[in-house]
T-cell receptor
Framework: EDQVTQSPEALRLQEGESSSLNCSYTVSGLRGLFWYRQDPGKGPEFLFT???AGEEKEKERLKATLTKKESFLHITAPKPEDSATYLCAVQGNYGQNFVFGPGTRLSVLP | KAGVTQTPRYLIKTRGQQVTLSCSPI?????VSWYQQTPGQGLQFLFEYFSETQRNKGNFPGRFSGRQFSNSRSEMNVSTLELGDSALYLCASSLENQGTGQFFGPGTRLTVL
């Protein structure tokens, strides 16, 4: 059974203080790993897709990396507007549905 | 390009009633998935439709059902509502659910009294 865990559950940073979020996964053949950002009361916003170990994707202050067992979302010099819940999801080769992790709630203080 | 739209945005029902939620995917997207999101359980997969066929189903009771129309629009229905069905219901569409990302709508907030 495909599983996704995320750590930490919550993270509080000062503006400009870089950090990383972790997503660990178990899947029978990875078709894709996905990162989303979700603001309160809204639907998740798609950020990145990673397909194979060693792959990296960047968008503004965010950088996602992938290994065979986990993915990291690095946040460089965060701003208060980066505050949100970050969700990780995987899709395996033998299942059609996406499995989501519980998310990391990020707060960036000015 | 218009995003995923969901109607209604908010809904209040009482126990025992039924409800139908609607989702219009991004133009050209044929895969539509439905999720239930609650503070305690996070995002839980309900079902996925592709070309009017249910292709995958999560672990929810038969009170939860759905369908997809020929224009890829989808509906989900919950019958005999229970208090525990109160949640944010999210619809997501993707090109073919084959390793591409899903794009979510704003959700329907269902409150069961």
């Amino acid at each position: 059974e495909d599983q996704v865990t995320q750590s930490p559950e919550a993270l509080r940073l000062q503006e400009g203080e870089s950090s990383s979020l972790n997503c660990s996964y178990t899947v029978s053949g990875l078709r894709g790993l996905f990162w989303y950002r979700q603001d309160p009361g809204k639907g998740p916003e798609f950020l990145f897709t990673l397909y194979s170990a060693g792959e990296e994707k960047e968008k503004e202050r965010l950088k996602a990396t992938l290994t065979k067992k986990e993915s990291f979302l690095h946040i460089t010099a965060p701003k208060p507007e980066d505050s949100a819940t970050y969700l990780c999801a995987v899709q395996g080769n033998y299942g059609q549905n996406f499995v989501f992790g519980p998310g990391t709630r990020l707060s960036v203080l000015p | 390009k218009a995003g995923v739209t969901q109607t209604p945005r908010y809904l209040i029902k009482t126990r025992g009633q039924q409800v139908t939620l609607s989702c219009s995917p991004i133009s050209g997207h044929r895969s539509v998935s439905w999720y239930q999101q609650t503070p305690g359980q996070g995002l839980q997969f309900l079902f996925e439709y592709f070309s009017e066929t249910q292709r995958n189903k999560g672990n929810f009771p038969g009170r939860f059902s759905g369908r997809q129309f020929s224009n890829s629009r989808s509906e989900m229905n919950v019958s005999t509502l229970e208090l525990g069905d109160s949640a944010l219901y999210l619809c997501a569409s993707s090109l073919e659910n084959q390793g591409t990302g899903q794009f979510f709508g704003p959700g329907t907030r269902l409150t069961v009294l």
